[in-house]
């Protein structure tokens, strides 16, 4: 971490819990996060939650994200999800280009760029993911891959939009399998990164931009994770799921 930038901790639920159970876990969270203002904490849980977790966050210092959002404002666009749906419940934090969209669901860097477009035009502040796959990383190609996801994802963001951008770097490989990346393995690639967005736009935006590390981030690594100088967050899946679990990487951030 660095001192001139916040940690921004983020929850990425995938398809768990109900409505009902996301109430019972944040209203949890927020009890163990009271206080913290050094880190900010963000839940992205289903759609289908958003509601109620808008009354149970308010007022707190967790906020709520998403785990996609659409370009368009509204339209024949089945399954899709728009801005003004995810702000209506006070949304902040989409999340765009997660590698199980990209993987499972076809998404693509140009696609991922209207997403994260049509959220900074809308005021909200999208978590941007990146990261190769196993077999990229042993044939080399972890750089080429992540450069070419970068470049795709953030093409044509103002220096403004990419300030309010996160970027969350999350190698497949790491995302489920309890096999996280070294904290220097997450070093360089997040520095690669840094690199790439002082030549996309110049070096104060660069040096201002987060970039969350994910995958397998637990209570037990995340402290070493960021300590690292460019590692600026975490993006946590499974262990974000048990508000205690996620509390104590928050506090790690602080
Ligand atoms: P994980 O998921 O923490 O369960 O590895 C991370 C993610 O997919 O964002």
Not at 114 to 128: D, E, F, N, S, Y
Not at 199 to 218: E, H, M
Request: contains cysteine.
């Amino acid at each position: 971490m660095n001192p001139n930038r916040t940690p921004i901790l983020a929850g990425n639920w995938k398809m768990y819990k109900t409505a009902a159970e996301a109430v019972a876990v944040v209203t949890e969270l927020k009890a163990e996060v009271a206080g913290i203002t050094k880190a900010e904490c963000v839940i992205c849980p289903p759609f289908t939650a958003l509601p109620a977790l808008s009354a149970v966050v308010a007022g707190s210092n967790v906020q709520l994200g998403a785990q996609n959002v659409h370009w368009e404002k509204e339209g024949a666009f089945t399954g899709e999800i728009s801005v003004g749906m995810l702000k209506e419940f006070g949304v902040r934090y989409p999340v765009v280009g997660h590698s199980e969209r990209r993987q499972f669901f076809g998404e693509t860097d140009a696609g991922v760029n209207k997403r994260a477009k049509a959220a900074l035009a809308a005021g909200m502040r999208p978590i941007v993911c990146v990261g190769e796959m196993l077999a990229e990383r042993e044939a080399g190609k972890t750089q080429d891959v992540v450069r070419t996801q970068v470049t795709g994802s953030l093409a044509g963001l103002s220096k403004d939009d990419m300030v309010t951008t996160v970027i969350a770097y999350e190698p497949v490989w790491a995302i489920g399998t309890g096999k996280t990346a070294s904290p220097e393995q997450a070093q360089e690639v997040h520095a690669f990164i840094r690199s790439l967005l002082v030549s996309l736009f110049d070096a104060a935006t660069a040096a201002k931009v987060r970039i969350q590390y994910g995958g397998s981030v637990k209570p037990d690594n995340a402290k070493l994770l960021l300590s690292q100088p460019d590692v600026d967050g975490a993006l946590v899946g499974g262990a974000s799921l048990k508000a205690k679990d996620f509390a104590a990487i928050v506090k790690a951030a602080v």
